[in-house]
Structure formats: structure tokens, C-alpha cells
């Protein structure tokens, strides 16, 4: 590493510049008064680790900020009120009907209000993508172990805002009042009333009164603009405030430790790639948000509890809800003049929140099985945890079967399929498919385990095939660079903990039996079929045979490609002037 | 240029000329003649008695529609009671036959839960044919004439109230299958409600008229002329409205949103994110291990 531009020493006094200059004088007054120099020493040389999965919660990041930039503009002109009036704007369509305020006023903000279209599309376009970076991001993470010790809580918050994300991007998919968004409401006021017992009186109270009334949404709108995005900011803040504190995650190489973070400082290397991804982020929004037409709701028409559309929909992230309502089969159970209806409260209350929660306790089941209390801050590769990365691959796939059964009728139209059909499979395919891809995703996983030792242990595949003097065929293998070898078995051994005895040495009955078994079965599920590198012994014993093998070939004139003239005496040159690979 | 004025001089040369005055007559007489054969097949079948396009559509009939519909039209039913291998079509009308057979529907390729829209088997007047002769087998919607959808002579205020009225109907009755853009949805069983966007105005009429395969039938008596003429109306008025928001994605809906939220938004964003990280702060090229 180039050390020559790096402070040579980490004294107490500042450094100054030679030439006075006017910035100086203004850095120089703040600082006086406000004590910037002490706090900032610190923070602008905070080193950030360089790889680009790192930077995709930037991505919810920036496009939050996009939220709140066009958030704002829109609520100078969205009228948050379901009061009746008669249309009298732009929109030839629907001149003279009747409608609310809300819808009203949002269409006179995509066809009156100067750049309004644009600024509605790119919050709707941002929401879509504040979610979906969330998720991806929450991928990375979980892929990588990024959630051990002592990040298990931040991973909670994670969690929350994303739960948070997906109820303030619904409340703004509610908010204009057109067809589609009173139909997810509609859809919201049955999962509320098929909670058992208390159903009825919650969407009383939600609605004000029966379904639309007259108070949804102004409440959902003060909750979108104030209540949410204010708790939002606040575990964003807490998010960044831990990461600081934790410091960054970083991938095992040489010179990476469990002690230090080998990067880019914040100023100015960092700042500028984040404050450049901001700009990038903005700018893909205000791509899609002009070229993409997204919820065009002039052509929904105000909600009207008669009316409905196909392809109604919610937002995509929505989608395993409404892909378990469309799925599940029609249970209700009466009792004593009550309707239970299993129908709507099962996919709807129970299994989403079933589903979030799994994905949210898994850290914690890891880290009571492993029994792991160390910090960990280097990063594990994905095939290096089998059971992890295929609960995951699993979950994604319960995800995207139910994401494409709430839009089985799209699926059916464009397809050519038969709806019924779909429905059918998807009810299957949701208990079966994933299992079968846990298996498939980890089998994968320990192949892949097998590789990296494979490569450890004999070297790479240089894509040369030899030919002995006898005719046999072989690929040459070449040994791996010290560097790409230490990052490979810079990792732990699985640790599977052993079946407990029911009693002592004494005979005793442990009372503790059945949660120490538990342990060690899932510990046994979890890492006993994992591959664990190779021991130094092993390692050694395979490179003093590689070497073996390569004077054995270097003695046969193997490791040089023959051109035939070596054998008719008019060899032009020794075998020595044309190396195998030329670096 | 040249050539042509020399020609054109050169054929002026005999405008006297003993047989320019028969050459003008031929002339004369060929362009009567040609214009005539290209004019007349319409105006010989307009003259066509009723009588004779009933006789004329029948045989079509027993050709190409009498297999499943029965040699009078009587429909065939099969061993399962209330199956039919094809319905009857006494008192459908001629406008039930305009839409089937002018949109391709029938002739059926082969039973199925739905009859897509494919090319039309028929040419005009032979479709004419068939309407007539269905027609005559017993009283039914006739096929609408263009005045019947048109909004011709209302004047700019009443078309926009039509306009208007048409969506809102729309939004009541036909969305729900068709979707708010007209693009169409699923039905159960394989099924589907056709893309209605794009149709022309003549087939939505007659749609409405006849209620075609799992269509509900809007009569005269549940849906006025007028407001099926509004209807027509706020399509038309939709496809010569500009896409606002830009590129609709199908006009599907959110399904379509997401998809592209994903394709487009995250795939692109995830690009750029290895592309800042392939990027360091090196300027010169020497490489530099961080």
C-alpha cells in the first residue's frame, strides 16, 4: 500500500497549511466555537470496507431520502380529506363526477400542479425501491452472518423497519382514494374483522363507523406523513449509530482481522462514493418516475365500494399476503353463533408475521445452538454456513411461489394458464417446493465447501490438458496464490455439539435433558454434514505431493507444451524458452 | 424531365391525328370499364334480394357451421344434459354473427374454455351471408350501424358529458372482467375477458348486444343505446388521450409495477453498486492492494 500521502504522525496540534486561506479562516471560527476539529478527527478518517454488497441498505437509504424529498412536495398540494366534491379539472375522463378530496386533489396533482406526475411517480417508484433494497440488504446480511455478535440487535431493527417500510408504503397506496387503493383498504378492513371476537369493534374503530366512512384517511394520512416516517428516521438514525459503533463488517483476506477494518477512509473517498450512489439513486428514481407510469389512478376512477377492477393488486410487497389470501382454502368454523373465519386470519394475520418472525429469530437460534459468544466482525461466505444460506434460499422461495399466487389471475392472462390450476399448484408447491430447494441449496453449499478444499489442497484447474508418453490424458493443476489460500481457510470449524446423557455419572435424572438434546440435534442437523477445511498437516502433506508431481513432470517434459520437434532432432530451441503461461 | 417533355411533346404531336379521337375514346371507356368491376360487386349485392344472401349464407352455413350448430341452426346437445356440442342460434341475431365470425372467434379451431380472437375465415359479403341467414332463422339484434356508436352531431359539450358517462359505466360494469384499462382478465377455468382496448367500436357494440361466451348480455332494456355508445366513447376517448405517466407496462396493474420495480430499478441500482466498488481511488493504473 502507498503509505507516502498518510500522516506520518497522530500528534496533538493540527496541522496547518502554509498559505493562509479564506476556507481555513471559516473552518478555523467554527471551530473555535464549536469543538468541530475533536469530533470530526475521528469520524472523517473512519474506514469504510470496499465491496459492493456493502453498499445496497445504501440503496434504502438514498431512496428513503428520495421518499421524504417528493414526499414533501406532494403534501403541499394532497388534500387529506374524504369530504365529497365535483370535479372540475384537467382530466376530460372525469369531469363533473362526484369523488373526494383526496382523489380529487391528487389528480389535480398529476395534471394541474406543475411537475406534479413526475414528483408522484418517483415517490411511488421510490417506495417500490426503499422496499426491495431493504430485503436485498437483508439478504447480504443474513447470507453472511453480518447478524452474530454484537450486531443481533441492529439485525431487530432492521427487521422492524422493513415491517415498518411495508405498513407506511401501504397507508400511501391508500391515501388518493382511487378504485385501487379503496380495494386494498376493503381487503384491510376484512383482515382486521377476521380477528376472532374483536374483530368487528377494531375496524369499527379504525373506520370510524362501517366501512369507508369518512375518518381512514386523514388517519392514515397523518400516520404516513408524521407517525411512521418519524419512527422510520429514528431506527435509521439508531441503524447508522450502531454500525458506526460496531464499525463495519469486512471479508476474511490478509491483513483483515477480527481487530481491525481494512478500507477507505470516510473523507474523502467514502463521501464520495456515497454521496455519488445518492445522486445515482435519485437519478434511476427520476428515470422511472418520467419514463414508467406507475398507478396511473385517473383511470381507476374514485373508490366506490360497487365498483372494482381486474388485475387489482396491492404493491408488490404486499404480494405474500395476497398471495396467501388467494391461496388459502375457504375454513370457517361457527360456534356458538360466532363466524371464525380461518380463511382470512390465518394468511392474513398469522402466517405473514409467522413468516417475518422466523427470518428475525434466526440469529438467535444460531447463536443458542452454537453456543457462540465471541465477536465477530469478518464475514463468512455464504457456502460456508450450509443450513443458514438454505433456510434462506428456502424462505426465498416460500416468498416469491406466494408473490406469484397474489398475481395467479396476471399469471393466468399472460400466460395462458388456468387459474384454477395455479391456485392448485400453489397450495402444494408452498409446503413442498421449499423444502425441496433447502435440501437442493444446501447439498449445493457443502459441493462448494468441497471445491474450495479441492482447491486448497491440489491447486486450481489451469484449463491445460496434458498427454503422457503413454497416451493419458490429464489436466494440469496449478497451486493458489498464499493470498487467495488464507482467505479461503480464514474461517472457523464447525463446532457440533454432542448428544447429552439423560443422567449424570450418579445416575441422577437431568433436568435440563430435553433442551440440551434439542440443542444438540439441531447443532448435528445444522454443521455435522458441513466440509471443514483442511488441518495444516493436510495442507502440507498435498503441497509436498503437488511438488512431487510437477518434478515428475518437469522430468517428463510435461509442464511444456511439445510442438513435435523435440522428438525429430530439429528442435530449434530448448523446451525451457516457451513457458507454459505467459505472465 | 427532359424525357418526359420530349414524350409528352412528341405525343402532343398527334393530338390531330387521325386516331387520337379513338384512342381517347378507349381510353375513355377502359377507365369506365375498370372503375366499374371495382365499384359493382357492392352495388350487385346490394341488390341481391334478402331472399337470395339468406340462400346464398345458408349453404355457407351447412359448410362451415352446421356440424356443431346443427344443418338449421338448432344446436347439437350432447348425452350430458345441459351440454351443448354447439348452442342453438335461432333469436341470436345477425349482430351475434357480425362479432364471431367477423373477429375470427368462429369457426372454432377446437373446443376449449375460451375462443380466442384469430383471423377472420370469412371474407364480408359471405359474413353478410351468414347474418342473414341466422338472422332469418328467428328475431334478434341486428348489427349496429356506425351512427349507432358514434357521437356525430352532439356538440363538444354533450361529448364530453358522454365521455364522461361511458366511464363511468365502464368502471361499473365492465372493469372488474376487462380491467380499468381494458387490457383484459382472468377468468376461472382457463378462461379470460379479452383485451378490449384497441377493439373496434362495432365488435364492443355487438359484445355488449350479444354477451359472446361467458359475457353477461346487456340489453337494450339494462343498457341504453346511449350509454353503450358512451362506452365506446371513453375507450376511444382513452386512446387518443396521451399515456401520461409514460410507458404503461400493459396497462396491468401492480403486478406489472413490481416487476419492473425489481428488473429495472433494483437490477440497475445493484449494477451501479459493483460498479462504485470496482471503482478505488487510484488514478494512475500501477495497481495498489488495499
Request: charge should be neutral; include cysteine; glycine fraction near 18%.
Given at each position: 500500500m502507498d503509505t507516502t500521502k498518510i500522516a506520518s504522525t497522530n500528534g496533538t496540534t493540527a496541522a496547518t497549511t502554509g498559505r493562509p486561506s479564506p476556507l481555513a479562516g471559516v473552518g478555523t471560527w467554527a471551530d473555535e466555537r464549536l469543538g468541530l476539529a475533536t469530533a470530526m478527527k475521528k469520524q472523517i478518517r473512519k474506514v469504510f470496507p470496499d465491496h459492493w454488497s456493502f453498499m445496497l441498505g445504501e440503496i434504502a437509504l438514498w431512496s428513503f431520502v428520495v421518499l421524504l424529498l417528493s414526499g414533501v412536495f406532494l403534501t403541499l398540494w394532497f388534500t387529506p380529506s374524504m369530504a365529497e366534491i365535483q370535479y372540475e379539472g384537467?382530466?376530460?375522463?372525469?369531469?363533473?363526477i362526484h369523488m373526494s378530496e383526496a382523489y380529487a386533489s391528487t389528480l389535480n396533482i398529476s395534471?394541474?400542479?406543475?411537475?406534479g406526475l413526475l414528483m408522484r411517480q418517483m415517490h411511488h417508484w421510490a417506495a417500490m425501491l426503499f422496499i426491495a433494497a431493504m430485503l436485498v440488504h437483508l439478504m447480504r446480511v443474513f447470507l453472511t452472518g453480518a447478524f452474530r455478535k454484537p450486531r443481533e440487535l441492529n439485525w431487530v431493527i432492521g427487521g422492524v423497519l422493513i415491517l415498518l417500510g411495508i405498513v407506511e408504503g401501504f397507508a400511501g397506496y391508500s391515501l388518493p382514494d382511487d378504485l385501487l387503493s379503496g380495494t386494498g383498504l376493503r381487503i384491510a378492513d376484512g383482515l382486521v374483522k377476521?380477528?376472532?371476537?374483536?374483530g368487528t369493534y377494531m375496524s369499527f374503530f379504525m373506520f370510524g363507523g362501517?366501512?369507508?366512512?369518512?375518518l381512514i384517511i386523514p388517519r392514515l394520512y397523518i400516520a404516513h406523513v408524521l407517525l411512521i416516517p418519524g419512527l422510520i428516521l429514528a431506527l435509521i438514525a439508531a441503524h447508522m449509530l450502531l454500525l458506526v459503533y460496531h464499525k463495519h463488517t469486512q471479508w476474511p483476506g490478509?491483513?483483515?482481522?477480527?481487530?481491525n477494518v481494512v478500507g477507505y477512509p470516510l473523507l474523502p473517498v467514502y463521501a464520495a462514493k456515497a454521496g455519488g450512489f445518492f445522486f445515482i439513486v435519485f437519478g434511476v428514481c427520476a428515470t422511472m418516475g418520467g419514463l414508467l407510469a406507475i398507478n396511473p389512478v385517473w383511470k381507476y376512477g374514485p373508490y366506490d365500494p360497487s365498483k372494482v377492477t381486474a388485475g387489482s393488486q396491492p404493491d408488490w410487497y404486499m404480494g405474500i399476503a395476497e398471495g396467501l389470501l388467494r391461496i388459502m382454502p375457504g375454513w370457517e368454523t361457527h360456534i356458538f353463533g360466532v363466524t371464525i373465519s380461518w380463511n382470512v386470519?390465518?394468511?392474513?394475520?398469522?402466517a405473514p408475521v409467522a413468516l417475518l418472525m422466523m427470518v428475525l429469530a434466526w440469529p438467535f437460534l444460531e447463536a443458542w445452538v452454537t453456543g457462540d459468544k465471541r465477536e465477530h466482525h469478518l464475514l463468512q461466505r455464504p457456502r460456508n454456513a450450509p443450513t443458514r444460506t438454505a433456510f434462506l434460499a428456502a424462505m426465498i422461495t416460500a416468498y416469491g411461489l406466494l408473490w406469484a399466487a397474489g398475481g395467479n389471475d396476471i399469471l393466468a392472462l399472460k400466460f395462458n394458464l388456468n387459474l384454477n390450476y395455479i391456485t392448485y399448484f400453489m397450495r402444494v408447491a408452498i409446503f413442498v417446493v421449499p423444502v425441496l430447494v433447502f435440501f437442493l441449496a444446501r447439498r449445493w453449499c457443502i459441493s462448494l465447501q468441497r471445491h474450495d478444499n479441492e482447491v486448497l489442497l491440489h491447486?486450481?484447474?489451469?484449463g491445460i490438458i496434458m498427454r503422457s508418453p503413454e497416451g493419458g490424458y490429464s489436466e494440469r493443476h496449478l497451486p493458489i496464490s498464499t493470498e487467495r489460500a488464507y482467505s479461503l481457510t480464514a474461517r472457523d470449524r464447525d463446532v457440533v455439539v454432542p448428544d447429552p446423557q439423560p443422567t449424570d455419572g450418579q445416575g441422577v435424572r437431568d433436568k435440563g435433558y430435553p433442551v440440551r438434546k434439542l440443542r444438540a440435534r439441531l447443532s448435528q442437523g445444522m454443521f455435522a454434514n458441513n466440509v471443514q477445511k483442511p488441518t495444516t498437516s493436510e495442507l502440507e502433506e498435498a503441497h509436498h505431493h503437488a511438488e512431487h508431481e510437477h518434478e515428475l513432470e518437469h522430468a517428463s517434459g510435461m509442464d511444456r507444451p511439445a510442438d513435435g520437434h523435440q522428438f525429430d532432432g530439429h528442435a530449434d530451441h530448448t523446451p525451457d524458452e516457451a513457458p507454459l503461461r505467459g505472465h | 424531365m427532359r424525357l418526359l417533355n420530349r414524350s409528352a411533346g412528341r405525343l402532343s404531336q398527334h393530338r390531330?391525328?387521325?386516331?387520337a379521337g379513338l384512342v381517347v375514346l378507349l381510353l375513355g371507356l377502359l377507365l369506365t370499364g375498370g372503375l366499374y368491376t371495382v365499384l359493382a360487386p357492392a352495388q350487385a349485392q346490394k341488390a341481391e334480394s334478402d331472399a337470395e344472401l339468406v340462400a346464398k349464407g345458408r349453404e355457407l352455413f351447412l359448410v362451415?357451421?352446421?356440424?356443431?350448430?346443427?344443418q338449421n341452426g338448432e344446436g347439437i346437445s350432447t348425452?350430458?344434459?345441459?351440454?351443448?356440442i354447439g348452442p342453438s342460434l335461432?333469436?341470436?341475431?345477425?349482430a351475434a354473427v357480425d362479432f364471431q365470425v367477423g373477429t375470427g372467434?368462429?369457426?372454432?379451431?377446437q373446443p376449449g374454455a375460451q375462443v380466442p380472437r384469430k383471423e377472420?375465415?370469412?371474407?364480408e359479403e359471405e359474413i353478410a351471408a351468414l347474418a342473414a341467414y341466422v338472422a332469418s332463422l328467428g328475431p334478434g339484434p341486428a348489427i349496429p350501424s356506425e351512427q349507432d356508436y358514434?357521437?356525430?352531431?352532439?356538440?363538444e359539450e354533450e361529448r364530453e358529458e358522454a365521455v364522461v358517462r361511458g366511464g363511468q359505466i365502464f368502471l361499473t360494469n365492465?372493469?372488474?372482467?376487462?380491467?380499468f384499462d381494458g387490457s383484459g382478465g382472468a377468468m376461472p377455468q382457463g378462461g379470460y375477458a379479452p383485451q378490449?382496448?384497441?377493439?373496434?367500436p362495432k365488435y364492443i357494440y355487438e359484445a355488449m348486444l350479444t354477451?359472446?361466451?361467458?359475457m353477461d348480455n346487456f340489453t337494450n332494456g339494462n343498457l341504453s343505446p346511449e350509454m353503450k355508445r358512451d362506452v365506446i366513447a371513453y375507450l376511444q376517448s382513452l386512446e387518443t388521450t396521451p399515456e401520461y405517466g409514460g410507458?404503461?407496462?400493459?396497462?396491468?396493474?401492480p403486478v406489472a409495477e413490481g416487476l419492473f420495480a425489481w428488473l429495472v430499478g433494483i437490477g440497475s441500482l445493484v449494477g451501479f453498486a459493483v460498479w462504485i466498488a470496482a471503482?478505488?481511488?487510484?488514478?494512475?493504473?500501477?495497481k495498489v492492494e488495499a
Open positions: 384537467s382530466y376530460d375522463q372525469l369531469r363533473g395534471f394541474d400542479v406543475r411537475g377476521a380477528t376472532p371476537v374483536v362501517e366501512f369507508p366512512g369518512e490478509p491483513g483483515r482481522t477480527e481487530q386470519f390465518l394468511p392474513g394475520q398469522i491447486g486450481y484447474e489451469t | 390531330r391525328g387521325p386516331l362451415g357451421c352446421s356440424f356443431c350448430h346443427g348425452a350430458r344434459p345441459g351440454y351443448q335461432v333469436g341470436v341475431g345477425a372467434r368462429m369457426p372454432m379451431a377472420v375465415q370469412y371474407s358514434s357521437l356525430e352531431g352532439l356538440s365492465c372493469t372488474a372482467c376487462h380491467n378490449v382496448r384497441g377493439v373496434e354477451g359472446p361466451q361467458a410507458f404503461g407496462m400493459g396497462g396491468i396493474g471503482h478505488t481511488t487510484r488514478t494512475s493504473k500501477d
